[in-house]
């Protein structure tokens, strides 16, 4: 069974572009929740979705947003980039919503901007 | 506000000794608490989970302790191996599935 895929593994952008990152969860996974992973600040909660719908979301400005598409892929989106944008964009999966249900995380995307 | 915490970053064992993780949280109504090993280039791994009913969970060569009168979970990992060496994070499940990360305590192995 393949695991959770994230897309691109590392990507240099340059301050005011935007950028998409992606996310294919395990196979019959229907939540997918994206976290910021910064030295600084450790794992933050960017948002969750389930069944293409965002059951939460973490404090970060709307200038990051995301979705999930019927087959359950998510994507996340940052706009107007920012040096201290500059993470690794870790998303995980989990089957189902359930408390105690096990996340499964991908190895993320590296994201650098100038 | 909800947040997790470790009370050090970094902890250096002896290879073959035990190791101790310690971590506090502050959110009295999380009902779930899990531990996650992350190695250097992955994302994080999951070590062990422990529901707030128990105080007590035992893996492979893993204990998870909580003490939720203090706010307090520990990670015991048992003949410490060099492959143990991590960045481990206590992590806390808020009612509304969020999961809180704290922000990790690096495991050194000494030779």
């Known amino acids: 069974k393949a695991g959770v895929t994230q897309t691109p593994r590392y990507l240099i952008k340059t301050r005011g572009q935007q950028v998409t990152l992606s996310c294919s969860p395990i196979s019959g996974h229907r939540s997918v929740s994206w976290y910021q992973q910064t030295p600084g600040q450790g794992l933050q909660f960017l948002f969750e979705y389930f069944s293409e719908t965002q059951r939460n979301k973490g404090n970060f400005p709307g200038r990051f947003s995301g979705r999930q598409f019927s087959n359950s892929r998510s994507e996340m989106n940052v706009s107007t980039l920012e040096l201290g944008d500059s993470a690794l964009y870790l998303c995980a999966s989990r089957p189902d919503r359930a408390l105690g249900t096990e996340a499964f995380f991908g190895q993320g995307t590296r994201l650098t901007v100038v | 506000g909800e947040s997790v915490g470790l009370h050090l970053p970094t902890l250096s064992v002896q290879e073959g000794d035990n190791s101790i993780i310690n971590c506090a949280y502050s959110?009295?109504?999380?009902?779930?608490f899990i531990w996650y090993k992350q190695e250097s280039g992955k994302g994080p791994q999951f070590i062990i989970d422990i529901r707030s009913n128990m105080d007590k969970r035992q893996g492979q060569r893993v204990t998870v302790l909580l003490n939720k009168t203090v706010k307090h979970l520990s990670l015991q990992i048992a003949a410490t191996q060099p492959g143990d060496s991590a960045v481990y994070f206590c992590?806390?499940?808020?009612?509304?599935?969020?999961?809180?990360f704290g922000k990790g305590t690096r495991l050194h192995i000494l030779p």
């Open positions: 959110n009295s109504a999380s009902d779930y």
């Open positions: 992590a806390e499940n808020i009612g509304d599935d969020k999961i809180i």
